[in-house]
């Protein structure tokens, strides 16, 4: 029997290839399989590279992708991504005819580094609220979340091992708790956003789906031209989280927060240490202030669009809070930001605490008619710039869970470590619980 090598996350093919265990056209084979039987259920592809053009570069180059880092293995990257060539149309009829001429730099290093795209996920228009076509892989009559949709599908349901996609809200990790895999967010500043197409620019990041933490922390080396190490998981000993349930930002769902009192026993029972986060209120404060800042840069950001009547209902309303804000109140909620930014992680620092532990977001996928799902879990951490990371860790009516693990500016390697780690610790602790 044939391996199913689109299941194995990307550190375990790469391994698979050095040691001589499959071929590049045999993995790639099995993904383009994979796309055949899910792709029309689940829609998570806005444009897909034809099998015999990815495989004709890969033999046309074969000496440098068998040499490379990423030996010629896929990715895919959200459609406000460019890519050379190939449309960026940013999820809206408006800009349905885009074709750049160059790349995004984030594709320009996977590329350097031996990665051959796949093709382009569908986003949300303009990665925001007005859902596209995508449908949650596990449940074709919920939302896979925004505004990373394609990506997080895509990922999750084993059609490509790597995705990129962009945070402005929640627009990372909410997708991947909903689709079940792994998200990452990284530090405000962290990566270059040079052709992606801008919603906020005080707000965006670049963010990482895969299945594995250890393979984001390989694509997070890539981007920053670091020299990949092999992968492996080290143990944790004492780790200091700060707890936050979310529940005074908005209504949660009682899977949730099982989910997290059991996360928070199973930390517990393995000797780390979980403390309260006491700044609910400035949590609050600090989601409400994001929303005044996207709403102004949003506005000003996508001024050709405006007056289009292609424009969605969604945007339009974003777009006129925008405009309504005073440019003085803007500045005001910058300021306050860095105010509050500044109290949160003087605490932490005096603390020792690790990292944050709070719900990725509000629930399981809601219903596609009701939208694409509340951001408020994610909105305070993404307006401080913090490196964010969620883990697909619980399960509800089949459908996954993901618990969020935040962390001070720049200490993204060491939160992606522990996150390796916290994988593999509840991977372990569910396969126990099952037997």
């Not at 670091?226 to 529940?247: E, I, N, R, T, Y």
């Amino acid at each position: 029997m044939k391996p199913q090598w689109f299941k194995q996350p990307l550190h375990r093919l790469l391994h698979a290839l050095h040691a001589g265990e499959a071929t590049l056209p045999d993995i790639v084979a099995s993904f383009y399989q994979r796309i055949a039987v899910r792709e029309p259920q689940v829609q998570a592809w806005q444009y897909l590279i034809e099998q015999d053009d990815y495989l004709a570069e890969y033999e046309g180059k074969r000496e440098f992708y068998d040499a490379s880092p990423l030996r010629g293995l896929p990715f895919a990257v959200k459609d406000v991504i460019d890519t050379a060539d190939i449309p960026t149309s940013m999820g809206s009829v408006i800009h349905s005819e885009r074709v750049p001429s160059m790349d995004a730099s984030c594709v320009t290093a996977m590329k350097a580094a031996g990665g051959i795209l796949i093709g382009k996920t569908v986003t949300t228009e303009f990665a925001y609220f007005q859902a596209g076509k995508t449908n949650n892989p596990h449940d074709a009559e919920r939302t896979p979340g925004g505004s990373s949709s394609g990506s997080a599908a895509a990922v999750a349901d084993y059609m490509v091992p790597i995705a990129f996609g962009t945070q402005t809200a929640a627009s990372v990790i909410r997708p991947a708790s909903y689709c079940g895999c792994v998200g990452y967010v990284g530090s405000r500043g962290e990566f270059s956003l040079r052709n992606i197409q801008p919603l906020a620019q005080s707000l965006d990041s670049l963010g990482i789906l895969s299945n594995h933490a250890l393979d984001t922390q390989l694509i997070r080396d890539v981007l920053l031209h670091k020299s990949l190490q092999a992968a492996s998981v080290a143990p944790k000993q004492g780790l200091k989280l700060a707890l936050f349930d979310g529940q005074n930002l908005g209504e949660m769902d009682a899977a949730m927060l099982s989910a997290l009192a059991q996360c928070q026993q199973e930390l517990q029972q393995h000797g780390h240490h979980i403390v309260p986060l006491p700044f609910a209120a400035e949590v609050a404060e600090l989601t409400a202030l994001h929303s005044q800042i996207m709403a102004f840069e949003v506005a000003r950001n996508l001024v050709f669009e405006q007056h289009s009547a292609d424009l969605s209902a969604h945007m339009q309303a974003l777009m006129r809070t925008g405009l309504d804000l005073p440019y003085v109140d803007y500045i005001a909620a910058l300021t306050r930001v860095d105010v509050l930014k500044q109290k949160l992680l003087n605490w932490l620092e005096e603390q020792h605490v690790d990292a944050i532990l709070a719900p990725a977001a509000s629930g399981i996928a809601p219903l596609k008619d009701t939208g694409t799902g509340a951001p408020f879990m994610s909105r305070a951490w993404q307006v401080l710039g913090l490196p964010t990371v969620s883990l697909p860790l619980a399960y509800h009516h089949k459908m996954p869970l993901g618990l969020q693990f935040i962390a001070a500016p720049h200490r993204d390697d060491t939160l992606l470590q522990q996150a390796a780690y916290l994988q593999q610790l509840f991977a372990t602790a569910a396969v126990a619980n099952a037997s």
